[in-house]
């Protein structure tokens, strides 16, 4: 199997920028999942800074469109280089249709205080946790890519109620190490809320994805052999839509990055 690494890996190109290759194996019933597209835009925003020492710290990514199997052409435009921070946007397009636009701060380290609240969450460990796999039933293909591991929560499509917290141990495909795109790309692996309320089959592409991550990158001491534990939670869904809010720790209860999406709650056609 190929490595998160070589299945986010761009090339430059004289046209357009930066080219990548949209991995068959992270499709859903749809689409690819959001959070591999955006750790597409990652690596090329990374990849045209090229200064290791200013790490991702914010990006939001809005998809406007569902890529076709194929290359993805990604336009990267650094819009200010500040003393600490630069800002820069990413452009990705697919036979001249526009499918999707991100936003990102870059920055070197600053002092300043520290703290993390909440305490990270109690799960059953990742070895006596079942794991996720695409052969079962409403689930997508790239879970056979990912591996998830669900520690906590009602199942999907079971119509749970009240106040609801998954949990679950993730990891993508190494070797490599945990660095922002292996994080933007996990803030959204997670089955979301939304499929555990529900009674009847659905998809629940992203609109748009905001990931927040700290710390040193790549995440020293931790690689893709470790999973990382993912809590997701949702405040609000009405009319379609629904916001989703996801905290990535490591097995020791370090925060590594907060996120939160708007997806869409589509019923699957029988």
């Given at each position: 199997?190929?490595?998160?690494?070589?299945d986010?890996?761009?090339?430059?190109?004289?046209?357009?920028g930066?080219?990548?290759?949209?991995?068959?194996?992270?499709?859903?019933?749809?689409?690819?999942?959001?959070?591999?597209?955006?750790?597409?835009?990652?690596?090329?925003?990374?990849?045209?800074?090229?200064?290791?020492?200013?790490?991702?710290?914010?990006?939001n990514?809005?998809?406007?469109?569902?890529?076709?199997r194929?290359?993805?052409?990604?336009?990267?435009?650094?819009?200010?280089?500040?003393?600490?921070?630069?800002?820069?946007?990413?452009r990705?397009?697919?036979?001249?249709?526009?499918?999707?636009?991100?936003?990102?701060?870059?920055?070197?380290?600053?002092?300043?205080?520290?703290?993390?609240?909440?305490?990270?969450?109690?799960?059953?460990a990742?070895?006596?946790?079942m794991?996720?796999?695409?052969?079962?039933?409403?689930v997508?293909?790239?879970?056979?890519?990912?591996?998830?591991?669900?520690?906590?929560?009602?199942?999907?499509?079971?119509?749970?109620?009240?106040?609801?917290?998954?949990?679950?141990?993730?990891?993508?495909?190494?070797?490599?190490?945990v660095d922002?795109a292996?994080?933007?790309c996990?803030?959204?692996?997670?089955?979301?809320?939304?499929l555990?309320?529900?009674?009847?089959?659905m998809?629940?592409?992203?609109?748009?994805?905001?990931?927040?991550?700290?710390?040193?990158l790549?995440?020293?001491?931790?690689?893709?052999d470790?999973?990382?534990?993912?809590r997701?939670r949702?405040?609000?869904?009405?009319?379609?839509?629904?916001?989703?809010?996801?905290?990535l720790?490591?097995?020791?209860?370090?925060?590594?990055?907060?996120?939160?999406?708007l997806?869409?709650?589509?019923?699957?056609?029988?």
């Amino acid at each position: 199997m190929p490595s998160f690494a070589e299945d986010t890996a761009v090339t430059r190109s004289h046209d357009w920028g930066w080219t990548a290759a949209i991995g068959e194996r992270w499709y859903g019933p749809r689409a690819p999942l959001g959070g591999y597209v955006a750790a597409l835009l990652v690596r090329a925003l990374e990849a045209e800074i090229d200064q290791p020492e200013r790490a991702l710290r914010s990006v939001n990514v809005h998809f406007t469109a569902s890529p076709e199997r194929g290359a993805l052409e990604i336009r990267v435009v650094i819009e200010r280089v500040g003393r600490s921070m630069t800002t820069a946007t990413a452009r990705a397009e697919q036979n001249g249709k526009l499918i999707a636009l991100a936003i990102s701060e870059s920055s070197v380290p600053r002092p300043g205080v520290g703290w993390t609240e909440p305490a990270p969450p109690e799960a059953r460990a990742a070895e006596d946790s079942m794991r996720i796999t695409g052969d079962l039933p409403g689930v997508p293909a790239f879970m056979e890519t990912l591996d998830l591991r669900w520690a906590k929560g009602p199942r999907m499509f079971s119509g749970a109620e009240g106040e609801i917290e998954l949990l679950g141990w993730l990891r993508a495909p190494g070797p490599g190490l945990v660095d922002a795109a292996v994080l933007v790309c996990l803030a959204d692996a997670m089955p979301p809320v939304a499929l555990v309320r529900a009674t009847e089959p659905m998809v629940s592409p992203t609109i748009d994805l905001g990931v927040h991550l700290f710390g040193p990158l790549p995440v020293p001491d931790v690689d893709l052999d470790q999973h990382l534990l993912a809590r997701y939670r949702s405040l609000r869904g009405e009319g379609g839509l629904w916001t989703g809010d996801c905290e990535l720790w490591t097995r020791d209860g370090v925060l590594l990055a907060q996120a939160r999406q708007l997806a869409l709650a589509i019923p699957l056609e029988k």
